[in-house]
């Protein structure tokens, strides 16, 4: 159905090419998971499959790309449109009109279809994704979750032999991203649409693939299998993956189920071991416990940065207290009774569905949003009153894009200006900098940077101010694992050095390495509060693979069971 | 019970041109007067059924921002009146500013000297007028969907009609844009106030509007935006020969009914009429067969029924009696000064205009998950405002 024959992509003014020697084909009826870590050409690839690339985005593409037998040379992607539906990574920027109905209408009319299919179309596809409650909404009024769905219809509608999806759960809690996989499944099954989709969690979807084609590094050929033999070299890999290598089962497996059936040997094995403390708890930390994360290279050099003696750390009081806290967005109490305490050296993960106010609780952290009753305390001073000149040496707030916070065009002048804002020595920032990001020069564009990059230069800036409370809000959104695991390290040993740390997510595994203690929101209020393994374990949405597999002893990430065997 | 307006679904949602020929229609009787009295029986007649149907989407706050640029500008109308003076000759002199001494070339500019309470009345009136107008056209934004409107365009348009509707959902983004970057100063420590705060933050913001409209632009491309028919040479160009010919034979219509009051005397009125209604013609058989090209068809259009026939008739009826009402009562004298009596007749013409209150359909319960108020009192009012 997708053939790719020899191809290579390469952009104007970039040296080396971003695709190169590509041979991929895709059968009519699979669904093709695309797999690797970041930069290596994964949305290209995804892109040239409907002509976008190289039509719209410019660039040369060598070698030859058919789609049901059209050549995208020869076709312009209006012409594909009938054959090929592509979702990008931001659903918002997909849209083209303002109702949902209207939406998933579009392609139809640009096609020409005539109205009474159009109408049944429709229906149809307003059932099949479950959108039929919200068909007169404005799009600007839904979730995360329903927009990737109404996404999917839209492209969906005009019947497309091929549907390509660039990262369809990245930006979904756990529960709205399998509603969108359980779409894609029966669609594969019942329609026999071929589905290429590229994914960076891969714990969600790899189950789903029938195959995975991974590109393991840039300009490297792709490798195309079964995912459980892909699975078994690929560097980039889900927890289950992680725990069948470490236990040696061989093929791996690749669900939850399939890991559980093999794992009664390793519980066995395991029965007799205390489980460790993933994250040490503050200043009773056990330091064998810690496991392998990368939390002890990154405390030397930040520590010494940040002047911050982590014996001198612990006095008793809380960073942040914040009591009954309610806040209301028109008549919409957004967050009601909210209460929450975080103490030096405590990394506490806020879960809960997209909409849960998440993101709220943590702008009133940083004075962004005013309570309409109850008490936020910040080292004793209230956020909405304070300057934020002088709210930033207190708590530092890592916005979900972090690319909002960088103004200037080049990392020096970002560093500088974030100087300038703290108030902070010259050259503060670049320090920070260069240890969280050896290899990056002065002259790059934050622009260009990757997104675990820019996440890195965003926590530095923000770090520059020395604030003890630092939140951050969807911090592994886009990020691969390697950069995932290199936040986590920096993450620990800034906890280990003293800071505060509050990170909202719908990353259950991030939450399991790092977090001390979980809160879930749920319609703005606190419905659990406590230890992460007792708050996870029990949750079938918020439990980390490794728990499930391991259940019911309280075993949460492949480094500690490692560390334990 | 049968007569009941229905709860609006867009099955039987009132066609977008409807509302506007009622506002229309409302305006147009609203530019006829001066009667402060008539005029706000216009605005509460607007107001009325703007409360009773509009919905919560975001285009309805339209009216609340049109009642506010309204009194803008009849405020403004008695600046300008009690600075720049006024021709309306007057006894009743309120109080006397001090003049600024002109330059001789600027003669017959006043700026200060004496104020009357008849130059004021005349300016209140007359920026009552033009606020009333704004209010009608406010009516009209609040009312009807301006996505729907475009839509309704004829084919060949309806590129500039897409264009249209981009650009309005457009809009509300550009602003969560400047508000996203303003919290992001203020993380950054930076004040967010500020001629400097706004320069800073206009830069990124039409950046990311710009990443945006290429995203969509590439989103319409793979949907098969812009996909054409094949369409024979000969009707391409013939679609040409019309438009351009009907376009070409509209100008020189125009130019002859505009010269006939001077020298051209009958002879323009003689080739200009039917010059310009042959051009209009031709063009729109142009557009007819422009719309060939375009394979595209439509999504459910709004129908015009006999409820978009009693709202556009409502507004038409208000402006045809106004217009045929015309008495003296319609523009109360300033000098002498006198109270406005609200005449009867025009007064009743105004009435009919508040039949969309009652035939329109009812906008439906807002389908998000509502919660319930906790103080029994709101709920109450909630109702009362639905």
Known sequence: MIRFENVSVVYEGAGAPVLRGVDLTVPEGELVLLAGPSGVGKSTLLNAVCGLVPHFTGGTLRGRVTVDGRDTRTHRPRELADVVGTVGQDPSAHFVTDTVEDELAYGMESLGIEPQVMRRRVEETLDLLGLAELRDRPIATLSGGQRQRVAIGSVLTPHPRVLVLDEPTSALDPAAAEEVLAVLQRLVHDLGTTVLMAEHRLERVVQYADRVALLPAPGAPVVVGPPAEVMAHSPVYPPVVGLARLAGWEPVPLTVRDARRRAAPLRERLADSPVPVPVPAPFSAPVAAQGSGGGVPARGPLARLLRRNPASVPDAAPLLTVERLAVRRGRVEALRAVDLRVAPGETVALMGRNGAGKSTLLGALVGMVEPAGGTVRVHGLEPHRTAPKELIRHAGLVPQEPRDLLCSDTVAAECRAADADAGAAPGSCRELVSAL????????????????????????????????????????????????????????????????????THDVELAAELAHRVVILADGEVVADGPTADVVVSSPSFAPQVAKVLAPRPWLTVAQVEAAL | MRLRAPEARRSNALHAGAWW??????AV????????????????????????????????????????????????R??????????????????????????????????????????????LYDG?????????????????????LLKSLPGALYEAGVAGVVAMTFAPTLVADVLRLRTARRLRGRSTGGVRAVLQVGLPVLEGALERSVAVAASMDARGFGRTAPVPAAVRRLTAVLTLGGLFAVVIGVYGLLTAGGTGGEAGIGYGLPCAAAGTALALAGLRLGGRRSVRTRYRPDRWGVRAWLVAGSGLLVAALVLALDSPALHPGVVPLEAPGLPLWPALAVLPGLLPAFVAPVPGQPAAPVRVPRNPVRASEKEAVG
């Open chain 2, 128 to 148: 009552a007028r033009l606020a009333a107008l704004l209010i009608c056209v406010g009516a009209a934004n609040a009312l009807a969907n301006p996505a729907r």
């Open chain 2, 29 to 76: 009787a609203a530019s006829r007067t001066t009667n402060p009295l008539l005029l706000g029986l216009l605005v509460a007649v607007s107001g009325y059924v703007v409360a009773a149907r509009r919905t919560d989407a975001p285009w309805a706050r339209a009216y609340g921002a049109f009642v506010k640029l309204g009194l803008a500008v009849l405020l403004l």
């Open chain 1, 437 to 504: 990001l050896p290899d990056v020069a002065d002259a790059t564009h934050p622009r260009d940077l990757s997104e675990g990059q820019r996440l890195a230069l965003a926590l530095a800036v923000v770090l520059t101010a020395r604030p003890p409370l630092l939140l951050l809000d969807e911090p592994t959104r886009g990020l691969d694992y390697a950069a995932k695991a290199r936040l986590a390290g920096v993450l620990r040993g800034l906890a280990a050095e003293g800071h505060g740390i509050v990170l909202a």
């Open chain 2, 21 to 26: 020929l009622w506002a229309l229609g409302l």
């Open chain 2, 78 to 123: 008695l600046v300008f009146s009690v600075l720049l003076g006024s021709p309306i000759p007057g006894s009743h002199v309120l109080v006397t500013l001090p003049e600024v001494p002109l330059p001789d070339w600027a003669r017959g500019i006043r700026l200060g000297g004496r104020v009357t309470a008849e130059q004021l009345v005349f300016a």
